[in-house]
């Protein structure tokens, strides 16, 4: 993978990428793929854990009326071949905080939440935000 991945707008009316992966975190999402099948992310709020964007398998996490999808990845395999369709979710009440930022899903050295599929590789999913500047009118 050369570069970032984008993901497609899921929010209505929205025609532009709110989530981003980093190459590092796609890579990684590609060999949980391959280990636990299709994945799914959710960013809840909340301190330590809680704040890191955890990776689960597709539907293991239940979300509901609390959610919004942020964004639908298209999760390349790194052979120019689509593995599947990735989501991520976020808590709404998250969301009212972070509306006004981009997020980049990526990955660094070390142990975060146990629930997190990452956790066993001895590396942790983050998230990296700046600021969306929206077009005038």
């Avoid at 599929?117 to 500047?133: D, M, T, V, Y």
Wanted: glycine letters at 14%; hydrophobic letters at 40%; charged letters at 25%.
């Amino acid at each position: 993978m050369d570069g970032v991945i984008e993901s497609n707008p899921a929010i209505e009316g929205e025609d532009f990428s709110r989530v981003a992966l980093a190459p590092a975190a796609g890579e990684l999402l590609a060999k949980l793929w391959a280990r636990n099948g299709p994945l799914m992310f959710h960013q809840s709020g909340g301190c330590c854990d809680g704040s890191s964007p955890m990776c689960f398998e597709a539907g293991e996490f239940k979300t509901g009326d609390a959610d919004i999808l942020l964004g639908r990845f298209a999760l390349p395999d790194g052979e120019g071949a689509v593995l599947g369709e990735l989501d991520f979710w976020m808590s709404k009440e998250q969301f009212a905080y972070w509306k006004h930022t981009k997020l980049t899903i990526d990955v660094v050295d070390g142990r975060g939440s146990g629930f997190s599929l990452e956790a066993p590789e001895g590396k942790r999913f983050l998230i990296r935000s700046e600021i969306i500047e929206f077009p005038a009118g």
